[in-house]
């Protein structure tokens, strides 16, 4: 198909075919979805910080919690972008458990003396904390990889797990 101009493919992409009559007709405008009703949950950023210097969290709601010190949270660098993230609750005798599980590539190997928490930042600006300042702590395993292809990923594959009774809250201002 050919479009004369902008503004006649955009005014296609505002109608629809009536599957009735098969004719064309304009979408209502609380039906149109633009970019700015996309939710982009790649984790683009993640921040690191020893639990103990975890200070100034409160938790508003069940999903939500304020963090009044970020100066502690340091970005890890050289990570490979996009990072995943899971979290998956299970109910065990009526209570509540979630999982939360990030998994990252990155040439760091600073994960070995202590205990950390960590702040991961969706595309969409969002920030979910993985950990807390007291007890469960998240565990992080990292793998370091010697692969026997020159092609293949030299990457310490880090996978951090938290199991709490509490959903991992996003950090709202």
Same mark, same amino acid.
């Given at each position: 198909? $050919?479009?004369?101009?902008? $503004?006649? !493919?955009?005014?296609?992409?505002?109608?629809?075919?009536?599957?009735?009559?098969?004719?064309?007709?304009?979408?209502? !405008? $609380?039906? =149109?979805?633009?970019?700015?009703?996309?939710?982009?949950?790649? =984790?683009?950023?993640?921040? !690191?910080? %020893?639990?103990?210097?975890?200070?100034?969290?409160?938790?508003?709601?069940?999903?939500?919690?304020?963090?009044?010190?970020?100066?502690?949270?340091?970005?890890?660098?050289?990570?490979?972008?996009?990072?995943?993230?899971?979290?998956?609750?299970?109910?065990?005798?009526?209570?509540?458990?979630?999982?939360?599980?990030?998994?990252?590539?990155?040439?760091?190997?600073?994960?070995?003396?202590?205990?950390?928490?960590?702040?991961? *930042?969706? !595309?969409?600006?969002?920030?979910?904390? =993985?950990?807390?300042?007291?007890?469960?702590?998240?565990? &992080?395993?990292?793998?370091?990889?010697?692969?026997?292809?020159?092609?293949?990923?030299?990457?310490?594959?880090? =996978?951090?797990?938290? &199991?709490?009774?509490?959903? %991992?809250?996003?950090?709202? *201002?």
């Amino acid at each position: 198909m $050919n479009f004369s101009g902008p $503004n006649e !493919a955009k005014q296609r992409q505002q109608t629809r075919t009536d599957p009735y009559s098969s004719k064309r007709v304009k979408i209502p !405008a $609380n039906e =149109i979805k633009n970019d700015r009703n996309m939710i982009l949950n790649n =984790i683009i950023k993640v921040f !690191a910080c %020893p639990c103990e210097k975890l200070t100034g969290l409160s938790r508003i709601s069940r999903t939500e919690a304020k963090l009044s010190k970020r100066d502690d949270f340091t970005l890890i660098e050289d990570m490979k972008y996009p990072c995943q993230l899971t979290i998956s609750m299970k109910t065990d005798d009526k209570c509540r458990e979630y999982t939360s599980k990030l998994v990252l590539n990155t040439c760091e190997e600073r994960f070995d003396d202590g205990h950390y928490a960590f702040l991961c *930042e969706t !595309a969409d600006g969002e920030s979910i904390l =993985i950990g807390s300042a007291d007890r469960p702590y998240p565990t &992080v395993t990292v793998t370091e990889t010697h692969p026997e292809n020159g092609k293949d990923s030299e990457l310490n594959e880090v =996978i951090v797990q938290w &199991v709490s009774p509490q959903r %991992p809250p996003k950090i709202v *201002e």
